[in-house]
């Protein structure tokens, strides 16, 4: 009986780690620039480098929205 036991909790752990295998891998969403989008990274033509729009809106002084950001960095 403990032989079936041990037979089907390595099942369940050896299924469980495949699924594990088969998803992405979170920060692995590059764009064609290699911004992380799901860390919050877009493209800034202006900047020439990924940027975070709240972080750049701060430092740039512009208004947190998506058109501030897409006009400021002329994307």
């Not at 469980?16 to 911004?35: R, T």
């Not at 919050?40 to 740039?60: H, I, M, S, T, V």
Request: hydrophobic content about 35%; charged content about 20%; glycine content about 8%.
């Amino acid at each position: 009986m403990k032989l079936y036991i041990y037979l089907v909790l390595a099942t369940l752990v050896l299924t469980s780690c495949q699924k594990a295998n088969n998803e992405a891998l979170v920060g692995a969403d590059k764009d064609s620039h290699g911004c992380i989008g799901s860390a919050g990274y877009l493209w800034c033509a202006k900047e020439n480098q990924c940027a975070r729009p709240w972080e750049l809106a701060k430092d740039k002084q512009f208004e947190n929205s998506t058109e501030a950001f897409g006009k400021y960095c002329g994307n």
